[in-house]
């Protein structure tokens, strides 16, 4: 079975800082992999998906993340955080099997805070 | 586009009784959808995946007859809370894929907080 880790359960960075989310995974096979972020009262959204190709994928607010198959990780990046991207992140994978769309398995979350 | 809305938003019910959760898909038309549960301070857990017109899949552990799940057309499945009881109170997240391709991105709802009293 599939399973996500997400180390740090909180995680504070002042404002106009860089930022690294950690996401391990365990997948017997490709992994499809998503980082959402989830605001209070908001819906989950996705900020980036891998699915094959270049493993360096650029996502939504100047988000990106790195798949490094080596390390069963991909964790998220942004070089320069704003008070905005408060929020709670997650990391996933997807489970595909046949072609079909299957539901995700998601990681704990972090909960990032930002300092002024 | 791809909005996904859920109502109610929030619930509050008496031990004992049925609640039932909507799910739409406002723009687009949903092949398939799916049903998270959260927990205070926790991840998605995936409770169940439901195609239009044919029978849900329940994961491991989650009782199908306790949590009823309708996919009645493409664009509305429901979420039906049995019998409701206090340790079913949680907040019930829906998901929406368009189609069936391998890479095909899910839409979430804003969710619905269920408290069961």
């Known amino acids: 079975a599939q399973s996500v880790t997400q180390p740090d359960i909180h995680i ?3 404002e106009g800082a860089s930022l690294e ?20 009262g908001q819906g989950l959204q996705l900020l980036l998906k891998y699915f094959s190709g270049d493993t360096l994928v650029q996502g939504i607010k100047g988000f990106e993340a790195e798949f490094k198959r080596s390390q069963s990780s991909f964790n998220l ?18 489970r595909y099997s046949g072609g079909g769309a299957d539901g995700l398995t998601f990681g704990k979350g972090t909960h990032l805070i930002i300092q002024p | 586009g791809a909005v ?30 799916f049903w998270y549960r959260q927990f205070p301070k926790q991840s998605l857990m995936l409770m169940a995946t439901s195609n239009e017109g044919s029978k849900a899949t329940y994961e ?26 206090p340790e079913d109170s949680s907040f019930y997240i829906c998901s929406a894929a368009p189609g069936t391709q ?13 408290t069961v009293l």
């Open chain 1, 12 to 14: 504070t960075v002042s």
């Open chain 1, 21 to 40: 989310l950690r996401c391990n995974y365990s997948y017997g096979a490709t992994p499809y992999l998503f980082w959402y972020v989830q605001s209070p």
């Open chain 1, 77 to 94: 990046r942004k070089p320069s955080v704003h008070w905005s991207d408060a929020a709670e992140y997650f990391c996933a994978v997807g």
């Open chain 2, 4 to 33: 996904v809305s859920q109502h109610p938003s929030r619930v509050i019910c008496k031990s004992g009784t049925s609640v039932k959760i909507e799910c739409r898909s406002l723009d687009f038309q949903a092949t398939t959808m």
């Open chain 2, 60 to 85: 491991q552990g989650v009782e199908k007859d306790k949590f009823l799940i309708n996919h009645a057309s493409l664009t509305l499945s429901t979420l039906t809370v049995t019998s409701a009881h």
């Open chain 2, 102 to 114: 391998i890479d095909n991105e899910q839409f979430f709802g804003p969710g619905t907080r269920l």
